[in-house]
């Protein structure tokens, strides 16, 4: 950002006015860093000069942690990682795990975590639509007609496996248990809702002319720099970038569904919710193949041990989780608990060109841009 | 005195209590409550008396308003809102009210002290010294001062005011952003809402408030559509309510001017944002709406009542289903907008004016009857020249924008466009 | 279908244009030298055969007798994966590895996290700072030898039941 110098020729020197840019700490405590976030910011004005983000106010060392657990206990680590889509992260670790140990999933396990992992996604891209309308300033009503819906799908989680948010639903090998029969119906009445809310809030919001005026040209990256950046996720689709795990690599039983990639040109905030948004859309025509294609049979293979006890080596699962690729890398020693978990965590790499996105915009587009990128503190920090 | 007693409100306390003053008298008051002599005891309670009346009514219309504001926002949030206290939650402003004074009262190290205390209560008093020019009934208000709708403008001002102070007393960097904003806002508010009122003022021939409710036998809302809407929007502005609600944008700062306040200070600036909201809703039922004006035999005091509640209502409303505006396009809004409609509606009413000086009731309808067209044709330039088209929203790729892929077949599934 | 890397191929496409930069190859990774990295992974970025122009993860290892670096690597324009290593800090001691944020952006967090929680110097990055934790912290936590909390301290109660 550059500052018209003061004018050396002019007579009245003292009378220029003399500016200078102010320091300030947004968060960790702030309604709008989605957590424990803290970004130390420079301004120049209304105008954002330098952002330096702060991590860490959320750090539980969950990768030590998962050191000391055996590998069925760390599934409920993974939970409080990204808690607002908790169901993909277990399947991220999970994958990791059927690929240390050579596990076999049974089709019905598969086919539940799909679903379950689809609703998922519809969740929490509700949440991110929601806080994304809410940091625009609209007080509130987007983000509970957003929630309302998640509710309902936290309901399904409920009984699919008890718990509403940490979920560990799945285990090594499918999920630990099979869906009771009151949760089809339910399921079958939430999908014929479903789309008629996704739709109530596109007419809500998609074309509201502050929403627009607000969101587009507003922190526009190019692709190829998103890339170079490893930025994955709805943020890397709305730079027009045909990159999606489910496609390109199908982990579980991804290559037997149909569905279409929501591409986005401009790069901007508005290009990130939209893209946000038709994916609910496809993700609503996954479950329902999930329901078409599902078979009976056990949820988890009998011969899967509760201990599992992979050969010595390593692997690396990776998932399209709702807000980026979630990927664990595991390292065996033959033992019960990995040697080494880490995780590759998309709140925090997503975050790599903040300060790309924020300098040079205003103080109300920073918060805006921030929560376009949807990130979770919990798996930022981890 | 005639002065005063002109004022129905003053009188019937004060001739109530000291009938036997000649004045009382020449106008049939009887049955004296103090002897005679204890005029000047009659005249400090009668005073004192409607001070207590303004103030009170107006913090229990607050309570009611932050009521009515929370359950409304609620039932269109599909919430409850508040329902615990009291028949369906109309105490819990109370309870609130009770517990923001038994807060602790902290102030910042580097807080001005002086500046600091000052602030909350310049930002109260002026909202309520503007409720005693507004006529609430017939012959019901303190004072009909006859340059009232300049008096409410001049006042009024004192609230930005009050948030730079505040603001810049607390010595926290991020309320200085809401004081800044808090100029920026009044400079570029206050020229296009003095500007709205001139046509209200020629069509009445009057800045007295009573005399601008007598002159609407026809609402001035429908004579003067452009000026209730750039007036009502400016007052959104003036009063920091959503979409405008740049000084205390929750997201951004906080809570702005306020962070640092706590206690019954706090309890000051959050009155006085209520507060805010109800004085604009009474300046624009006044002026726009034909203020006490109905239909007998329905109190007076009822119809004003009701036309405010219905512009709380729209103001609430708003609040729910508006996001915020940035302060560049703010003022853009304000100078690029708002500010050319004030000035073709001050046209437009001038020769109106210029053709019927004093309008009757029919001319009246014949100026709406013109207004109203050339307000939409207005209102259609200015947004095409400053509207943002929702259609600005770029087409959807079709294709990949970076190769990805390129060996392979496209997998399943399509590129979804719109 | 992302097709991934076979080690022993991976090695002889690296040594074509980084000549004694391959330590070591199994199935599936393929070890570099440290010295050696920036050029591989500038190689491995830009040349036509790889494209790697995606770098998902950077994880560190702790392997008791020296330090591990996974690098997963993802080409988009290709479709294709691959797993480099690099081995350092032999004997425990000073673990350094060039950094690779001039090639890959994305390697800018991940390595500083992988210098705060296991201890490994980035020469080259423009922000070498710790990032979980903060400056001062005693120790790298993710390291096989950090005694934590729990395993320093013998609570009351335990002391007595023991």
């Known amino acids: 950002m550059s500052r018209a110098a003061p004018r050396q020729d002019n007579l009245h020197a003292d009378m220029t006015l003399k500016t200078e840019p102010i320091t300030i700490n947004i968060g960790p405590q702030h309604p709008s860093t989605h957590g424990v976030f803290r970004m130390r910011v420079t301004f120049d004005g209304e105008v954002v000069v330098d952002v ?36 993909t992260n277990n399947q991220s670790y999970i994958l990791s795990v059927e690929k240390l140990a050579g596990i076999e999933p049974s089709p019905r396990g598969v086919w539940l975590r799909m679903i379950a992992a689809e609703l998922q996604r519809i969740a929490s891209h509700l949440v991110a639509i929601g806080f994304l309308i809410q940091d625009l300033g609209a007080w509130g009503t987007p983000l509970i007609y957003a929630m309302r819906e998640r509710e309902k799908i936290l309901d399904l989680f409920e009984m699919l496996c008890g718990a509403r948010i940490t979920n560990s639903y799945l285990r090594p090998g499918g999920v630990f248990m099979d869906a009771p029969d009151e949760f089809w119906p339910a399921l079958d009445a939430l999908l014929d809702e479903l789309p008629a809310r996704i739709d109530e809030l596109d007419d809500l919001l998609t074309n509201n002319e502050i929403i627009v005026a607000r969101t587009v040209n507003v922190a526009v990256i190019d692709p190829a720099t998103m890339v170079n950046a490893s930025i994955t996720g709805p943020m890397l689709r709305a730079g027009g970038v045909d990159w999606d795990l489910r496609h390109r690599d199908p982990y579980d039983y991804y290559e037997r569904v149909k ?16 893209v946000r948004l038709q994916e609910m859309r496809e993700s609503i025509k996954i479950v329902y193949q999930c329901i078409e294609q599902i078979e009976p049979g056990p949820v988890r293979p009998a011969e899967v041990p509760f201990l599992v006890r992979p050969p010595v080596g390593d692997a690396y699962g990776i998932v399209e989780a709702p807000k980026g690729e979630l990927g664990f890398y595991l390292v065996s020693d033959g033992g019960i608990s990995p040697y080494r978990c880490h995780v590759r965590a998309p709140s925090l790499i997503n975050l790599t060109l903040l300060r790309e996105m924020l300098v040079g915009g205003m103080v109300a587009d920073m918060f805006v841009s921030f929560g376009s990128i949807d990130i979770n503190m919990g798996e930022v920090d981890r | 005195m005639d002065v005063f007693l002109d004022n129905s409100l003053f009188r019937n306390i004060y ?42 009514g107006v913090l229990t219309g607050v309570l009611g308003f932050i009521w009515f504001e929370r359950r409304t926002l609620a039932r269109m949030q599909n919430r409850v809102g508040p329902n615990r206290w009291g028949p369906f939650g109309m105490l819990t402003p109370v309870a609130d009210a009770i517990k923001t004074m038994f807060k602790e009262d902290i102030s910042p190290s580097d807080a001005d002290r002086f500046l600091y205390n000052l602030a909350p209560i310049l930002m109260v008093v002026p909202l309520l010294v503007v409720f ?26 004192m609230s930005g005011l009050a948030i730079v102070m505040g603001a810049w007393s607390s010595g926290n960097r991020i309320s200085i952003f809401s004081g800044l904003r808090a100029v920026a806002l009044l400079i570029s508010y206050e020229i296009p809402m003095a500007l709205s ?64 306040y706590s206690s019954m ?11 805010a909201a109800l004085a604009g809703a009474a300046v624009i039922t006044t002026l726009f709406l034909s203020g006490w004006r109905g239909w007998e035999p329905v109190p007076s005091h009822f119809w004003f009542f009701i036309k405010m509640g219905g512009v709380l209502f729209l103001i609430v409303w708003i609040r729910s289903t508006w996001p915020r505006l940035r302060i560049d396009q703010m003022l853009a809004f304000a100078w690029k907008g708002l500010f050319e409609l004030t000035l073709v509606n001050l046209v437009l009413a001038a020769i109106l004016i210029a053709i019927w000086p004093e309008p009757t009731t029919l001319q009246l309808w014949i100026m709406a009857a013109i207004n109203w067209p050339v307000f939409f044709a207005a209102l259609w330039l200015v947004a095409k020249v400053m509207g943002v088209k929702p259609h600005r929203v770029e087409r959807p790729a079709r294709a990949s924008l970076y190769p990805v892929a390129v060996d392979e077949p496209a997998p399943a599934g399509e590129v979804s466009e719109r | 279908m992302t097709i ?46 790889f494209r790697f122009d995606l770098l998902s993860s950077i994880s560190a290892v702790d392997y008791i007798g020296h330090y591990e ?31 690779v944020t001039a090639v890959w952006r994305g390697a800018d967090l991940q390595e500083r996290e992988a210098w705060d929680l296991m201890g490994i110097r980035f020469p080259g990055h423009p922000n070498h700072k710790r990032i979980m934790l903060w400056e001062g912290f005693p120790g790298h936590p993710l390291r096989k030898d950090f005694v934590t909390y729990s395993q320093s301290v013998i609570e009351p109660e335990q002391a007595h039941t023991e």
């Not at chain 2, 106008?27 to 001070?51: H, K, M, S």
Request: glycine share 6%.
């Open chain 1, 52 to 87: 330096e983000p702060v991590f860490g106010y959320l750090h539980r060392g969950s990768e030590k942690l998962a050191e000391e657990r055996t590998y069925t206990q760390i599934v409920t680590l993974t939970d409080r990682m990204d808690y607002v889509a908790s169901m």
């Open chain 1, 259 to 274: 569905f279409d990639r929501p591409l986005h040109t401009a790069s901007d905030n508005n290009a990130r919710y939209w």
């Open chain 2, 15 to 56: 001739c109530n209590l000291a009938s036997a003053s000649e004045n009382c008298a020449a106008r049939g008051y009887e049955n004296a409550l103090l002897p005679d002599g204890l005029q000047w005891l009659a005249f400090t309670l009668t005073g004192v008396a409607i001070i207590a009346l303004i103030v009170n």
């Open chain 2, 132 to 157: 005693a020019v507004i006529p609430f009934g017939i012959g019901t208000f303190v004072a009909d001062i006859n340059v009232g709708i300049l008096f409410i403008l001049a006042v009024t001002t």
């Open chain 2, 197 to 260: 009122i001139l046509g209200v003022i020629m069509l009445s021939g009057s800045l007295a408030l009573g005399k601008i409710v007598e002159a609407q036998n026809v609402p001035f809302i429908l004579v003067q559509p452009m000026g209730f809407l750039v007036f009502f929007l400016a007052s959104l502005a003036e009063m920091n309510r959503t979409p405008f609600d740049l000084t205390e944008a929750e997201s951004e700062l906080a809570a702005g001017y306020l962070n640092d």
């Open chain 2, 265 to 275: 200070k706090f309890g000051l600036f959050f009155l006085a944002e209520f507060m």
């Open chain 3, 4 to 49: 991934a890397w076979k080690g022993e191929e991976l090695a002889a496409a690296i040594e074509a244009f980084a000549p004694d930069a391959v330590i070591q190859h199994n199935d599936t990774d393929v070890w570099v030298s440290p010295a050696s990295l920036l050029d591989v992974a500038a190689g491995l970025r830009d040349r036509p055969e």
């Open chain 3, 69 to 99: 670096l996974v690098y997963h690597l993802t080409s988009l324009p290709r479709n294709m994966k691959a797993v480099v290593k690099v081995r350092c800090g032999e004997g425990r001691s000073d673990p350094e590895v060039p950094s």
